[in-house]
């Protein structure tokens, strides 16, 4: 098993409690404004996350604010391109004026889940990334990390020790009413499991009412098993 691990939140959003999971984790994704949030929660995440130098990326998705970008849409490879390069820029110049440098990419949503199993999705999506010169977060043995590794782009595997999981290794789908997971256990469980998987980080989900329980729950759990939370980008614990 390895001795360390990254746990990730997705923040700026607009929910309450992006300050005190950004005491938890060890990265943070940040909304690009499309799918949910708005520069002004975004700016004060950022701030947030600089205050507590936490190592933040790009949380771009589907510009579906009604459906939280949740609902599959059939774009073609160059639109999903489109969607990611404007949000990363319009999340940039954001960080940018506050001196906070974006480290890395994951998609969002519809937009992340599709990305694992359809290729002019995922190809999009890299192709955008290879073009912006960061690392990818997403599921590993799918079709995204093929993608990636074909055009080059670093991929960072990601793990959810909140969200049940087929049997082939994808998500279960969130119209299931399984497909959360809630018990103590089974969330330490996962936690666990995902590590010996080999995955570089876990992720909380901050639309969660539950996400700071569940973080604390995920970080004690690595603990208690030996295990470092620590950024895939850093060689020092935190």
């Not at 984790?25 to 909304?31: D, E, L, N, Q, Y």
């Not at 889940?113 to 290879?130: H, M």
């Not at 690392?135 to 969200?163: C, D, H, N, T, Y």
């Not at 499991?193 to 080999?198: D, E, F, P, Q, W």
Request: charged share 25%; glycine share 8%.
């Amino acid at each position: 098993m390895t001795t360390s691990i990254d746990l990730n939140a997705d923040l700026g959003e607009g929910f309450p409690n992006d300050a005190r999971l950004l005491d938890l984790v060890t990265s943070a994704s940040i909304s690009c404004g499309a799918h949910a949030g708005d520069d002004s929660s975004i700016l004060a995440t950022l701030r947030e996350a600089k205050q507590r130098g936490i190592n933040v990326g790009a949380h771009p998705g589907y510009p579906d604010r009604e459906h939280f970008g949740r609902v599959e849409l059939d774009l073609e490879d160059s639109q999903v391109s489109r969607i990611i390069a404007e949000q990363f820029e319009h999340l940039k110049s954001i960080a940018d004026r506050e001196g906070v440098e974006l480290q890395f990419i994951k998609p969002h949503g519809a937009l992340y889940n599709q990305a694992q199993r359809s290729e002019k999705i995922a190809r999009g999506i890299v192709l955008a990334i290879r073009r912006i010169g960061l690392p990818l977060l997403g599921q590993p043995e799918s079709i995204l990390e093929k993608m990636a590794s074909e055009f080059q782009v670093p991929f960072i595997s990601e793990g959810f020790p909140e969200r049940r999981y087929e049997p082939d290794g994808r998500l279960v789908a969130r119209t299931r009413p399984d497909a959360v997971l809630h018990e103590p256990a089974e969330i330490e469980s996962q936690v666990v499991r995902l590590v010996n998987l080999g995955m570089k980080t876990l992720c909380i989900h901050g639309d969660d009412p539950n996400a700071v329980a569940k973080a604390e729950l995920v970080r004690s759990a690595l603990i208690t098993h030996g295990i470092q939370p620590r950024f895939w980008g850093r060689t020092e614990a935190l």
